[in-house]
């Protein structure tokens, strides 16, 4: 009895030592990573080749992280990290507005196919409506704006605006979207926070025009409510695109981490801040709830005893704003990093009792890291205690069942193939014409013999890849029963396949 309280009380301690308390692992859990080149000048101070490299090896430490989903920055401000005929070549690749990189390649096509390779989802993020970045910031020559200032705004922060109201604007945006997802095989559109722009204290957007013409010429009388129907009618007109062309791609917001407070409304949350609903005309639950959008991803960038936006209310309010789409928890991790757990203030950070609170919540799904590259840092050794605890075990994203509940067939023709220093496994993809069929990504499942074959068993998967192979480089010497499994777009999974492989180098 001595001894196993002695052994108890060391592995409590090695737990501590990691951040919290011992956690199951989670087969399906979305765990993304918002990559941002807006603001991130190392790259038009690298060749392209160079930014390939710095590219391929932020995918590697955020997959070995536990990341499964990279939110790639492509539209800042109304321009493109990819050749577009719509919109100039952004600044934040070459350097220069208008500008491409020399010479020319597709970082959007490169970080598709390095995510999809990986098993990864590559989520393309754009924001809507914001053309410039400053005072002094101007559209490059060839910019829409050229052709059409009529559809601008200029606020009292010196940026520059599609004006929202505007159908034009709306139809241009859309026309924008409809052209990635038309060559391009992204997983998702993805929008944060800047819808209409964030308040100069004492100064209304300047829309008095739009709003005699779309708002009190159509009958409406708050001019609130209005501004948040003109959102409504883009994200509306996006969600109805996406499932024309690829019903398969989702649509997917960020907004500011408060809807409403409670004093001003009885449906807000226990906070004191500033308010999207109100602020930036973002009436985010309704998405979700009219079917518009697929996932919601609220910014929750503060400490769990914030005095006027305390975390953990934030985090069970949203909890009860799903409406049956994913919800997934954005964080700052120098935020999450920085505090003390509350609980515990022993632990230098609130990584785990955030990921502890989060995974008990019924309806969240996910978490979302910002910025990918303070991961990729490892800021305050976060990057290692998700590799070590928190996210240690590989994960699928949630099953999109809105979208598609039909699993794929089974790969085919599994076989191991020895070589002189490891076996590699191949297989065959499932053919079908069904796009939404099709595999996007496979399961490596691994087991002694002798042990029962559970797939459902997270702690069991040793890779997610978007290739027919594995290669078991690195494994002990044993005899090992491999299962693999194909998965369709929407993380639906087929049964498995499996394969008896003795490691003997």
Same mark, same amino acid.
């Given at each position: 009895?001595?001894?196993?309280? #002695? ?32 603001? $991130? +000048?190392?790259?038009?101070?690298? %060749? ?63 970080? @598709?196919?390095?995510? *999809? ?7 393309? /993020? #754009? ?15 060839? *910019? ?10 200029? =606020?009292?922060?010196?940026?520059? =605006? ?44 300047? !829309?008095?025009?739009? /709003?005699?013409? =779309? ?9 609130? !409510? ?10 509306? $007109?996006? *969600? ?24 001003? !409304? ?10 999207? =609903? ?23 960038? /503060? ?9 953990? #209310? ?24 920085? *505090? ?17 609170? $989060? ?28 590799? +070590? ?28 193939? +020895? ?44 890779? @997610?890849?978007?290739? %027919? ?30 394969? %008896? ?5």
């Amino acid at each position: 009895m001595k001894r196993f309280k #002695i052994t108890l009380v060391a592995a409590l301690m090695a737990m501590i030592a990691l951040g919290g308390v011992a956690q199951t692992a989670k087969k399906h859990e979305f765990r993304g990573a918002w990559m941002h080149i807006i603001g $991130q +000048k190392q790259y038009a101070n690298m %060749t392209p080749e160079e930014t390939r490299n710095y590219l391929v090896y932020q995918l590697n430490e955020l997959k070995a992280s536990g990341v499964n989903a990279v939110i790639w920055q492509i539209r800042p401000q109304a321009d493109a990290a990819y050749p577009s005929k719509l919109e100039p070549w952004t600044r934040w690749i070459s350097g220069t507005a208008g500008v491409a990189p020399s010479p020319v390649w597709d970082p959007l096509q490169f970080m @598709i196919d390095e995510c *999809h390779k990986r098993g990864m989802e590559l989520h393309a /993020w #754009i924001n809507p409506y914001r053309v410039t970045s400053g005072k002094d910031d101007k559209p490059a020559e060839g *910019h829409v704006y050229y052709q059409h200032p009529e559809w601008f705004l200029k =606020y009292a922060d010196g940026k520059l =605006y599609f004006d929202p109201a505007l159908p034009e604007s709306r139809n241009f945006i859309d026309k924008v979207v409809r052209d990635i997802i038309g060559r391009y095989d992204v997983d998702a559109i993805h929008m944060d926070d800047y819808f209409y722009p964030y308040p100069v204290t004492g100064v209304d957007f300047p !829309d008095d025009a739009s /709003w005699e013409k =779309y708002g009190k010429g159509q009958g409406w009388t708050d001019k609130g !409510d209005w501004r948040r129907h003109n959102v409504d009618l883009l994200i509306e $007109q996006l *969600h109805n695109t996406l499932q024309e062309v690829k019903p398969w791609v989702q649509l997917g917001i960020s907004p500011f981490g408060i809807w409403r407070n409670k004093d001003n !409304d009885p449906r807000g949350s226990e906070t004191k801040g500033l308010q999207c =609903y109100d602020a930036l005309y973002a009436d985010c639950p309704k998405w979700t709830k009219e079917g518009w959008v697929d996932y919601m991803v609220p910014q929750l960038y /503060w400490e769990q005893e914030h005095p006027r936006a305390n975390n953990e #209310i934030l985090m069970k309010w949203w909890n009860g704003e799903t409406y049956g789409r994913g919800m997934y928890y954005g964080y700052s991790v120098s935020n999450v990093m920085t *505090h003390k757990d509350t609980r515990d203030s022993t632990i230098d950070n609130q990584l785990g009792e955030k990921l502890e609170l $989060q995974r008990k919540l019924e309806n969240v799904t996910g978490v979302v890291w910002w910025p990918g590259y303070t991961v990729t840092n490892n800021y305050k050794n976060v990057a290692d205690k998700l590799k +070590k605890k928190f996210m240690a075990a590989q994960a699928l994203p949630p099953v999109y069942t809105w979208l598609d509940n039909k699993a794929p067939e089974a790969v085919s023709k599994l076989k191991a193939e +020895k070589s002189c220093c490891e076996t590699v496994l191949k297989w065959t993809a499932p053919k079908t014409n069904d796009d939404m069929q099709k595999a996007a990504r496979y399961v490596v499942y691994r087991f002694k013999v002798g042990e029962p074959v559970d797939v459902n068993k997270a702690e069991a998967i040793v890779d @997610i890849t978007g290739e %027919t192979c594995y290669h078991t480089h690195g494994t002990l010497k044993g005899k090992y029963v491999y299962a693999v499994t194909a998965v369709d777009r929407c993380n639906n999974e087929s049964v498995p396949v499996k394969v %008896t492989v003795e490691i003997t180098k």
